[in-house]
Nanobody, 124 residues
Framework: QVQLVESGGGLVQAGGSLRLSCVASGRNFRAYCMGWFRQAPGKEREFLAG????????RYADSVKGRFTISRDNAKNTVFLQMNSLKPEDTGVYSC?????????????????WGQGTQVTVSS
């Protein structure tokens, strides 16, 4: 059974930083692409960042490029999202997700499982 557990959310002022973590279990973590997504109030869930199984490749949504950094530690089954220069529009529930199958291309990331999410609130 796949389980994804996020942590690290909270309340931060605009311009501040947060680091989110997501611990995965139930899959051969090091074989799967991972991603971070966000759902803002009243909006659909959107892709933020993805990382290949090895961690050697990443991709970002334009809205977070240059501010957010995704990384992973395969020895600890954990994926991270470092968020800097936060803006009020970054407020939302942040969830990590694991790809539907192992050894797929990062560009084809299609999540099969999601974590419950962690709330991030950025005040102006």
């Amino acid at each position: 059974q796949v389980q994804l557990v996020e942590s690290g959310g909270g309340l931060v002022q605009a311009g501040g930083s947060l680091r989110l973590s997501c611990v995965a279990s139930g899959r051969n973590f090091r074989a799967y692409c991972m991603g971070w997504f966000r759902q803002a109030p009243g909006k659909e869930r959107e892709f933020l960042a993805g990382i290949s199984a090895s961690g050697g490749r990443t991709r970002y949504a334009d809205s977070v490029k240059g501010r957010f950094t995704i990384s992973r530690d395969n020895a600890k089954n954990t994926v991270f999202l470092q968020m800097n220069s936060l803006k009020p529009e970054d407020t939302g529930v942040y969830s990590c997700a694991i790809d539907q199958a192992p050894y797929r291309a990062l560009e084809d990331l299609n999540p099969a499982y999601w974590g419950q999410g962690t709330q991030v609130t950025v005040s102006s």
